[in-house]
C-alpha cells in the first residue's frame, strides 16, 4: 500500500506545507533517530495531514502536531518505548498514542499497558 494514495483516500482528507529534505534531516537529528521511509515519504508530500478526525503528527509549526515537539513530550511520560520511535498520532482518548518506529511497524501505547504491535506500517494504520 502506498501511503500517499491511502491518505488521499480517506473522507474529509486535507494536507498542509511539504516538508524539505532539510525540515526532515532536522527532525531526525533532534530525535535522534531516522524516520521510516513511508513516513519520509508522508512528510516530503504533505508536511502533516489530518482526515477524518485524526491528526497525523508531521514538520510544522503547531506544536501539538509537531513531530519532534510531540515525540519530545511523549517520550517524557512514556519510558518503556524504544529511542527509534517517534509519535505519528495522540489520539487524545484515555492517553492513546500511536508510534511508527524507524523500520516502519505502528505500536500503540496506554497508561499501565506495555507497548503493542497494531500494524505492519502507517499506511496500513490509517486503513483500520
Known sequence: ?????????????????????DDV???EEALKLSFSAEYKRYLLKYGFAIYEGHELTGICKAKRLNVVDVTFAERSITT????????????NIDSIVI????????????????????????????CM
Open 99 to 126: 508510534w511508527q518506529s524507524s523500520t516502519g511497524e505502528i505500536y500503540q501505547t496506554s497508561p499501565n499497558a506495555k507497548p503493542r504491535k497494531i500494524c505492519n506500517s502507517l499506511a496500513e494504520y490509517i
Open 25 to 27: 534531516a532536522k527532525a
Open 1 to 21: 500500500m502506498d501511503i500517499l494514495e491511502v491518505l488521499e483516500k480517506q473522507p474529509l482528507f486535507k494536507a498542509y506545507n511539504a516538508g524539505t529534505e
Open 80 to 91: 518503556d518505548v524504544p529511542c527509534n520511535w517517534y509519535v505519528v498520532e495522540q489520539l
